[in-house]
């Protein structure tokens, strides 16, 4: 008896370690992330009632997809991996799954995302979802180890979800796409400099520099900080202009563009770890706060 509830106790410990292993090959939270943004630009689109269906497809699609880059990039890194702090501990480095099981599991989240985007909604979803996946796993990721241009090549599959999400709702690549798109562009270079710069010691140890100066952490890496949260301010008050959102749903997007600004700002004046961590939170604040903005003061 006692025997039996033992077995029973390590069947359990290795299904919860199988699960948070899997948790961890599709960066579980950095996915939702994505896929909020996603719906964000479902619902934006406004061009029909609201299906819940649809959200819940797009969610998943979306959800897939990203899980499936994630997957790929944790392959083609595994050996830098390992020689991080804050990733030695993810399945493939410390061998608790083996390479061939992950490859399996990102081609089979990567077809299936792509194919429920495509047949559900249309094949203009689909083709972009199938761009962000190729271009996140096998351009972006291993440009990481040549040249902090990487950053800007990892910014486009960044920015995407907003488009499918509003491509899904609509089958159109239009103004409106290409701003979603633009917004989510900009933020996402404040956004990974601000992690490079907390993280440099452990990037540089596996030899990945990403910050845009070749000195590292330097006062002509935070003022591109400075420029970039400056266009996002501009750029994330033409939905005002245009009509597109009403005056306090632009207000709260404004200051929260202000905001992020200053955190760029002060970190500028500073260059210290502190202020890059406060960059680094705030960015994570910013988008949501400004997406929902957008969404809740559309007009």
């Known amino acids: 008896m006692a025997e039996e509830k033992t077995i029973s106790i390590n069947t359990t410990q290795l299904f919860k370690q199988k699960v948070g292993d899997y948790a961890m090959l599709a960066k579980f939270r950095l996915s939702f992330l994505v896929v909020f943004s996603a719906v964000i630009g479902y619902l934006f689109a406004g061009r029909v009632a609201i299906n819940f269906t649809h959200i819940f497809l797009l969610s998943i699609g979306g959800m897939l997809v990203t899980s499936a880059s994630n997957a790929i990039n944790q392959i083609l890194e595994r050996d830098i991996d390992g020689l991080m702090k804050r990733t030695q501990n993810r399945p493939l480095p410390t061998e608790r799954m083996n390479i061939l099981e992950a490859i399996m599991a990102a081609g089979a989240m990567g077809i299936s995302g792509i194919i429920i ?105 935070a003022i591109q900080n400075v420029i970039y949260c400056t266009m996002l301010l501009v750029i994330s008050m033409i939905p005002y202009f245009f009509n597109m959102v009403n005056l306090i749903g632009s207000a709260v997007i404004a200051g929260a563009g202000v905001i992020f600004l200053w955190m760029a700002f002060q970190h500028y004046k500073k260059c210290e770890d502190k202020t890059a961590r406060i960059l680094m939170f705030g960015s994570f604040l910013y988008l949501p706060v400004m997406q929902l903005a957008m969404l809740f003061g559309k007009i």
């Open 117 to 221: 985007l495509t047949y559900f909604f249309n094949p203009t979803a689909g083709v972009l979802s199938a761009i962000s996946l190729l271009s996140y796993a096998f351009v972006y990721t291993p440009l990481k180890r040549v040249t902090p241009f990487a950053v800007f090549v990892g910014a486009i599959p960044g920015a995407l979800p907003p488009m499918i999400g509003y491509v899904c709702a609509t089958g159109e690549i239009d103004f409106i796409a290409l701003l979603l798109f633009s917004t989510q562009f900009l933020w996402q270079f404040p956004h990974f400099w601000a992690i490079a710069w907390v993280q440099f010691d452990d990037y540089k140890r596996a030899g990945i520099m990403l910050l845009p100066s070749e000195g590292g952490k330097t006062r002509t890496s």
